[in-house]
């Protein structure tokens, strides 16, 4: 089951945010998806890098968008995706950032509240699971 992150609106603060802003992969959960909950607000398509970019240090796929491209001129909500670096040595903890568009049509950095980053943690260990 992939692990998912919903750009959502702050019911306090109205700033569009990601929930959850942390995400845990594992060695047998390794995709993550990133899915847009506010009507009107699109995927930036002109952010240098894409519109999800990790930090150095990630070794997993880049984020991808799962279907066709929306007509030129018409927002990018599709679902992103990506796969994680598969088992590694040692826990890891990775920066990411996400860049969307408002219905203002405004470049707005998406995360936690007062945060310039999110991160994803690779486990590399999965405790209590049935052993062959």
């Known amino acids: 089951m992939p692990q998912n992150v ?5 019911p306090l603060s109205g700033d569009l945010v990601a929930d ?8 047998n959960d390794q995709q993550i998806c990133w899915k847009i909950l506010v009507p009107g607000v699109s995927w930036s398509r002109t952010h240098p890098g894409g ?9 997993g796929s880049q984020p991808t968008p799962i279907g066709e491209d929306p007509p030129v001129g018409e927002p990018d909500s599709r679902v ?11 826990p890891a903890s990775i920066q990411y ?7 203002g049509g405004n ?5 936690r509240a007062l945060s310039t ?3 994803i943690y ?5 405790w209590n699971q049935p052993q062959p």
């Open 6 to 10: 919903f750009i959502v609106q702050d």
């Open 20 to 27: 959850p802003y942390t995400v845990q992969i594992f060695r």
């Open 51 to 59: 519109p999800i970019q990790f930090y150095p240090g990630w070794m």
């Open 80 to 90: 992103y995706k990506c796969d994680g670096p598969g088992a590694t040595e040692d």
């Open 97 to 103: 950032g996400m860049f969307v568009v408002d219905p």
């Open 107 to 111: 470049e707005r950095h998406v995360g």
């Open 117 to 119: 980053a999110e991160q």
């Open 122 to 126: 690779v486990d590399p260990d999965v």
